[in-house]
C-alpha cells in the first residue's frame, strides 16, 4: 500500500496518508480546504534494498537454467577394446 504525500498550497499544511492505487487522489486540503499538491512518496513501497530482487535473481538461477538430462543413457562403462590388432 503506496503512502501519498500531500501538500496544502494555500496553508502549506502537509500530511501523508496510505492509499491504495485504486484511491481517489486528495484535492482539498483537511485544514482550509485549499488545493492540494499531491507528492508521491515511495516509502511505502519497497522496491530494492532488503535484498528483494536478490534472493528472486537466485531462485530463478539455480531453478530454471540448467535442466537434468534424465533421458539421455550414458555408457556408464566402456570396455576398452584390447584386441584390437
Ligand atoms: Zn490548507
Redo the contacts with the bound molecule.
Sequence with gaps: MPTYAYA?K????AFEIVQSFSDNSLTS?P????TLRKKFNSVGVVFKGSGFYRTDSRDTKGSTVAPAPAAAPAPATAPAPAAAS
Excluded: T
Excluded at 494555500?10 to 499544511?13: K, L, V
Excluded at 485544514?31 to 485549499?34: A, D, N, P, V, Y
Design positions: 496544502c494555500d496553508c502549506s499544511h486540503c485544514e482550509c480546504q485549499g
